[in-house]
């Protein structure tokens, strides 16, 4: 499960190029996904996150604005 913290209440979301609900636990497989985050088609985050098992994947957009 990934779960997406501070994100701005008008963000859009996709992860692995599928549109999510960024406000609601994302179900997610073991391994590597891509994630990205939009305000107003402007990138907030681009970047590729791991899932792992038995443990929730917690990202916090106040804390990480990073792009990669």
């Known amino acids: 499960t990934v779960r997406l913290v501070g994100v701005p209440r008008q963000a859009t979301a996709e992860l692995d190029d599928r549109p999510v609900d960024p406000s609601k636990p994302i179900a997610a497989a ?22 792992r098992a038995n443990a929730e994947t917690k990202l916090d957009l106040s804390t990480d604005r990073s792009a990669e």
């Open 30 to 51: 073991v391994g590597a996904h891509k994630l990205r985050l939009e305000l107003d088609q402007t990138p907030l985050v681009s970047k590729t996150i791991e899932v």
